[in-house]
């Protein structure tokens, strides 16, 4: 009896055993155009399948293969598999456990149907209750670009409505939480880490958050974070995408580093700081190409405790210890208004334009009380200057050819500075000996020395010069070339003795070895008076009368070692 019951179960072992390979090998695409006809009903849409078979492992599951949906296959996927509640089929409600989606893509306008289909009146009109969603491989196709591979998971409630959604991009480094809300809207929570916008790879986030609300075809960023460059930025964003892209964004807060942030932004310029900021910007465009041409911003930026090596090339940095500006324009050109800044004991105030085709930019700035020694030093070690400037100026220049300076500026502006010493030359020495040769060294203490100063691609050009302190007064004009060479002329009035000498003083020799000395018709006057009349007066004399006949007679370019005393013209 045991032997028969073996042998019974062993046959009905087979049977099953048989009975499932057919179901496993027997053919299934001739159900194709029922499954294709139930499905176009249901989802009022036209469906195609090349092929449907059952798979086995790991559990008995339907697989649709070529699926397609729409006229325009809006929706095509290389692989469906289905996963029934196998204690479902004799329930009166049959319950899908898993839809796996594999490989494939969705285009825009499809996925902003797919809300209205998930919630509502949309769940309910499913004939069948699904328990998950998963996907992988699923790119977002939108005109001009495309979104993905993703990957994710959608979990429904007993009512069919979406209860939660998990997304992620691995490709961009990017995961996101959605969960429904009342109105077909969505809360999402993404994060992203080493992330960068599509289409624009040299732009890194280390890190990045966003919390907001998808609803229709709009997403309301409440509250973002992110970190870039050893920058931390927090606001928030409203993103549109019909009918046309649209995005406005209020920054309530960037603190960073302007060593790092400069570079990314293409500036030259070699500069440190702590950058504080906040504003807003906004862009739109047909295409999500076409949002940064479009960008406009308006913010207000502080930076502390800066320094800029201008040219980057220079020996000392110009030390700054504190910005404020308000900034607004474009990514093509921008604006910097309310000029404020703190530097060496004085301050700085105006305007900058900056455009960022060919980097050039307009400033018209004033100094107030600044000390001029370490601004000197900035962009020379040969000139020994001291006192405190009050000036103003509009300048333009090229930050791409910033090593080139002055060649590649243009500046013209006033100056005036007080109670300071002027080095490497003694106008008082040099204008007491006319009859000496050449006078090298000394320095000059002055209570005011004022002008204007022009810079060109030929170098600085100071000109109505006047000097002023208890000892003498000087007018004149100088030249400055970028080889550093001096080419300019002094007129020189000496105050507290018994009779008032004016001289005229050649200034030549380089900035770091500079030459004062008498005009060749101020030497020869001077010569023949004391000679006639005798040192003191006649020296005076002689002066005075060699430099009538000069500008009576003498040659309107009188040179000395080659160079002119009158200003070049320009």
Known sequence: MMKWFRRFLVAVMLLVLLATAAIYLTPLDTYVPKVEQVLSANLHEPVKIRHLKIGALPIPHLVLEGLQVGEQADIALQSVKIVFDIRSLFKPQRVIHRITLENGSVTQARLEKIPALLQGEGAAAIPFRVEELQFNGIRLVMPKFTLGPLEGKLEFAPDSSLARAWFSLPEQKITAIVRPQPGNAFAIEAQASAWSPPNYPAIVFDSLSVNGVLAGT???????????????????????????????????????????????????????????????????????????????????????????????????????????????????????????????????????????????????????????????????????????????????????????????????????????????????????????????????????????????????????????????????????????????????????????????????????????????????GAAVGSALLGPGLGTALGIKAGNLLNKLFGKKNEKTDGKKETAPSK
Do not use: C
Not at 423 to 435: E, R
Not at 477 to 500: E, F, H, I
């Open 218 to 524: 709009q997403f309301n960023a409440k509250k973002f974070s992110a970190d870039a460059y050893g920058a931390h930025l927090e606001g928030g964003a409203m993103l549109e995408w019909q009918p046309v892209w649209k995005l406005t964004a209020r920054l309530d807060a960037l603190d960073g580093q302007g060593e790092r942030l400069l570079p990314v932004l293409g500036n030259p310029v070699a500069a440190t700081g702590r950058l504080h900021g906040k504003g807003r910007l906004s862009t739109h465009g047909r295409e999500v190409q076409a949002l940064p041409g479009n960008l406009k911003f308006d913010a207000e930026v502080e930076i502390k405790n800066a320094t800029v090596h201008v040219p980057a090339g220079s020996k000392r940095p110009l030390a700054v210890e504190a910005i404020k500006a308000s900034l607004s324009g474009s990514l093509a050109e921008y604006t910097l208004s309310n000029l404020k800044a703190r530097l060496y004991g004085g301050a700085l105030s105006g305007s900058v334009v900056v455009r960022s085709a060919d980097t050039l930019v307009n400033a018209d700035v004033a100094l107030a009380d600044m000390a001029i020694q370490p601004v000197v030093e900035v962009f020379n070690d040969e000139l020994a200057l001291t006192g405190t400037i009050d000036a103003n100026a509009k300048l333009s220049v090229k930050l791409k050819e910033v090593e080139n300076f002055p060649q590649n500026a243009q500046l013209d502006g006033a100056f005036q500075i007080k109670n300071g010493v002027l080095g490497k030359v003694d106008l008082v020495q040099a204008a007491s000996n006319p009859l000496k040769e050449g006078n090298k060294g000394g320095a000059t203490r002055f209570d005011e020395l004022s002008g204007l100063l022009s810079i060109d691609a030929v170098g600085y050009h100071f000109r109505k010069l006047k000097v002023s302190s208890g000892a003498l007064n000087a007018e004149g004009r100088l030249d400055v070339s970028p080889q550093q060479q001096l080419s300019g002329l002094l007129d020189t009035d000496l105050k507290g003795t018994a009779t008032l000498v004016s001289m005229p003083l050649v200034v030549s020799g380089t900035l770091r070895d500079p030459v004062l000395r008498p005009t060749k018709s101020a030497m020869a």
